[in-house]
């Protein structure tokens, strides 16, 4: 049975560093993002990968279903049992994809969805201060204000549904992500050890 643990957080709350450290810390964790998870399904070969492969090299969207079908793909395939994932659910229609097929899943059990909360003044100053620390050439495309503000609205507007909803399945766990680094990686590692 595999453990999975969903990790959510606004850009700049450090969820994805805070992720890779812990599984680079125990043999018995892996990490991914779903972006990466994509790339490996298209590097696999596999025919879901060559459908992925066809979106993004017309720079469309990759549809709902696909992400969920590389989701459970990737957790399946892990090296390991205990599994974390960044960055995902992202909408309410990703999280209600995902449940229904966690419903008739019988080889994965969703074991937390721990959220990495920042304020928006925090999330703010730690992206514009990547931005302005960036040598040149180093630039991330999205470390910008405006781009910012976009990305904090797409993140925060179906937040409080997706939360309910993992409350009222007691999976939520919530983790404060403005402290340093050494404090929330311990913080989260402490937790999903508890739960595996």
Known sequence: MKKLFLIIGAPGSGKTTDASIIAEKNDNIVHYS????????????????????????????????????????????????????????????????????????????LASVIEVRVSEEVAKERILGRAADAKPGEERSDDSIEVFFDRMKIYTDPLAEIQTFYTDKNLLKVIDGARTLEEVVEDMETFVKSKI
């Open 34 to 109: 779903t972006g990466d998870m994509l790339r490996e399904e298209v590097a696999s070969g596999s025919h879901l990968g060559k459908t992925i492969d066809s979106f993004i090299k017309r720079g469309a969207l990759v549809p709902l279903k696909i992400i969920v079908d590389t989701i459970v793909s990737a957790i399946n395939n892990a090296p390991v049992d205990n599994v974390l994932i960044d960055g995902y659910p992202r909408s309410v229609e990703q999280m209600t994809a995902f449940d229904e097929l966690m419903s008739k899943e019988e080889n994965i059990e």
